[in-house]
């Protein structure tokens, strides 16, 4: 099998299963090729090291990298068509000390967004409502968890026009009824860099990629609170870690309060007929955003309705006590 015909049954592996990242990760004798499915990773083989670094020279190939660097962290990209289906690829390679060298392809696949799933869509109903006010809705989940189709999602069915500027890192979805624009740190396009001209456009909707650093943070919060309505995601392990991580970016809690319309934590569940569904734990400014007991991540309705959704066989036993951990 050439390398061009093993690379496109790897990819068409993962996107059989809806990785969202397949990794080249060496090992004491061989590598092991990984993909990360709904935040979780999973075997998908293992190869001899001499088969997977030429697999990493070819994507690095086509992606504008330098082959002969196998240390210095590189970035890239590259396009694909599996199973009629356009996919643009994100290539990171690094190398260990060494000097064997590993690599993660993210799959950004331009239709995910059409394909979401809700679990229970009442929720769905739930979030569209806050779509319909100003102010920010942060939604929290592992990588993999749906966050950015969901986002997409939800402002495509606003129901009304909207001028939509998003603020990626990368742009994940191709949508052409949005202004799209990507960070680029090296020509000092930055998340804050980016959210401040874009302030100057005066779009009705902000989709920004992630909340990661204090400015990006600020101007997220003023941008809610001067009239627009804002969608970002922000690292947090459970839908009451999502205020706290923000004031540990600096953000006054009494400038939150006004700011922040709904918090949210995601994932997306197996169904047991087949496919994923995105599930949510969701509060809301009429609820209290934080409790007293810290180490209580989520409300008591995430394990509830996991029960209800066992109960009438769309998931099963081991699907919902995997997931009651979050």
Same mark, same amino acid.
Request: a negative charge; zero cysteines.
């Given at each position: 099998?050439?390398?061009? &015909?093993?690379?496109?049954?790897?990819?068409? #592996?993962?996107?059989?299963?809806?990785?969202?990242?397949?990794?080249?990760?060496?090992?004491?004798?061989?590598?092991?090729?990984?993909?990360?499915? #709904?935040?979780?990773?999973?075997?998908?083989?293992?190869?001899?090291?001499?088969? #997977?670094?030429?697999?990493?020279?070819?994507?690095?190939?086509?992606?504008?990298?330098?082959?002969?660097?196998?240390?210095?962290?590189?970035?890239?990209?590259?396009?694909?068509?599996?199973?009629?289906? &356009?996919?643009?690829?994100?290539?990171?390679?690094?190398?260990? !000390?060494?000097?064997?060298?590993?690599?993660?392809?993210?799959?950004?696949?331009?239709?995910?967004?059409?394909?979401? *799933?809700?679990?229970?869509?009442?929720?769905?109903?739930?979030?569209?409502?806050?779509?319909?006010?100003?102010?920010?809705?942060?939604?929290?989940?592992?990588?993999?968890?749906?966050?950015?189709?969901?986002?997409?999602?939800?402002?495509?069915?606003?129901?009304?026009?909207?001028?939509?500027?998003?603020?990626?890192?990368?742009?994940?979805?191709?949508?052409?009824? !949005?202004?799209?624009?990507?960070?680029?740190?090296? &020509?000092?396009?930055?998340?804050?860099? =980016?959210?401040? +001209?874009?302030?100057?456009?005066?779009?009705?909707?902000?989709?920004?990629?992630?909340?990661?650093?204090?400015?990006?943070?600020?101007?997220?919060? *003023? &941008?809610? =609170?001067?009239?627009?309505?804002?969608?970002?995601?922000?690292?947090?392990?459970?839908?009451?870690?999502?205020?706290?991580?923000?004031?540990?970016?600096?953000?006054?809690?009494?400038?939150? *309060?006004?700011?922040?319309?709904?918090?949210?934590?995601?994932?997306?569940?197996?169904?047991?007929?087949?496919?994923?569904?995105?599930?949510?734990?969701?509060?809301?400014?009429?609820?209290?955003?934080?409790?007293?007991?810290?180490?209580?991540?989520?409300?008591?309705?995430?394990?509830?309705?996991?029960?209800? *959704?066992?109960? +009438?066989?769309?998931?099963?036993?081991?699907?919902?006590?995997?997931?009651?951990?979050?």
């Amino acid at each position: 099998m050439s390398v061009e &015909a093993q690379l496109s049954t790897i990819i068409q #592996a993962a996107v059989d299963q809806q990785a969202s990242d397949i990794y080249w990760l060496p090992a004491a004798s061989e590598y092991q090729v990984l993909l990360q499915t #709904a935040g979780e990773l999973q075997t998908l083989m293992t190869l001899e090291t001499a088969v #997977a670094q030429q697999l990493i020279n070819h994507i690095k190939y086509r992606s504008n990298m330098a082959i002969s660097d196998h240390r210095r962290p590189q970035l890239g990209a590259m396009s694909v068509v599996i199973a009629e289906e &356009a996919l643009n690829l994100r290539i990171s390679a690094v190398g260990d !000390f060494l000097g064997r060298e590993s690599l993660v392809v993210r799959l950004l696949y331009q239709s995910r967004s059409a394909a979401l *799933q809700y679990l229970i869509p009442t929720q769905r109903a739930q979030l569209q409502q806050l779509m319909q006010q100003t102010g920010l809705i942060l939604f929290s989940g592992p990588m993999g968890a749906g966050k950015t189709s969901t986002m997409y999602d939800l402002v495509r069915n606003l129901g009304r026009p909207q001028v939509v500027m998003t603020i990626e890192d990368p742009v994940e979805i191709y949508e052409p009824k !949005f202004l799209q624009l990507q960070v680029n740190v090296a &020509a000092q396009m930055t998340y804050s860099d =980016l959210l401040k +001209v874009g302030l100057r456009h005066h779009p009705e909707v902000f989709i920004i990629g992630e909340i990661r650093d204090a400015e990006t943070a600020q101007i997220a919060v *003023q &941008a809610a =609170l001067s009239g627009h309505l804002v969608l970002s995601t922000i690292h947090a392990r459970g839908v009451y870690g999502v205020v706290p991580r923000l004031q540990q970016l600096g953000v006054d809690p009494e400038t939150l *309060q006004q700011a922040l319309s709904a918090a949210s934590y995601q994932r997306l569940i197996p169904l047991a007929a087949g496919g994923q569904a995105a599930y949510f734990d969701i509060i809301t400014a009429q609820q209290p955003l934080q409790l007293a007991d810290k180490t209580q991540m989520m409300t008591s309705e995430w394990g509830e309705h996991l029960e209800e *959704q066992h109960a +009438v066989g769309r998931i099963t036993a081991q699907t919902m006590a995997r997931y009651q951990e979050h």
